[in-house]
């Protein structure tokens, strides 16, 4: 997890806290978009990114087409050092209702908004079982390993 970190005068500063956007998209998207629908893979990739700097995912979300105002995404947001992170641009177009909206409220508010940017796993026959047996036996006990 992050430290914290000491400003300049010993003063300490907390962590940048990140909040991971993935989009829910529904498991009959599977055989055509396996990657917008294994939501624990985009997380996994919004966390690989904070990890890398420092930063620490204190909020992971699972939207569709969520309004960019809604309280669910702005809920603890400190303006200037907290930032939401999406694995790229389409998971952001999937999760809300409007990128564009999202990104002019998000400077509004003095809060960064990044993509991870890397190429998205590509999914075997082997992968796309594990997400759907992950995603359609949740309450029979099964763990997703």
């Known amino acids: 997890m992050g430290e914290v970190r000491h400003a300049p005068g010993g003063a300490a500063r907390t962590p940048v806290q990140v909040t991971a956007i993935a989009s ?40 569709r087409g969520l309004r960019p105002d809604h309280c669910a995404l702005w809920d603890g947001m400190r303006p200037g050092v907290d930032l939401f ?38 999914y075997d026959a082997q992968m796309k079982a594990r997400v759907h047996r992950r995603l359609s036996l949740p309450t029979a006990g099964y763990d997703g390993r």
Not at 44 to 60: I, K, L
């Open 24 to 63: 829910l998209t529904p498991l009959e998207e599977l055989h055509d978009d396996p990657f917008l629908v294994d939501s624990r893979s985009q997380h996994a990739m919004c966390a690989r990114w904070a990890a890398e700097r420092g930063y620490v995912v204190t909020r992971e979300l699972l939207v």
């Open 85 to 122: 992170v999406a694995p790229s641009r389409r998971v952001l177009e999937r999760a809300l209702s409007s990128v564009e909206d999202f990104t002019a409220e998000c400077a509004r508010r003095g809060v960064r908004v990044e993509t991870v940017g890397r190429a998205e796993p590509s």
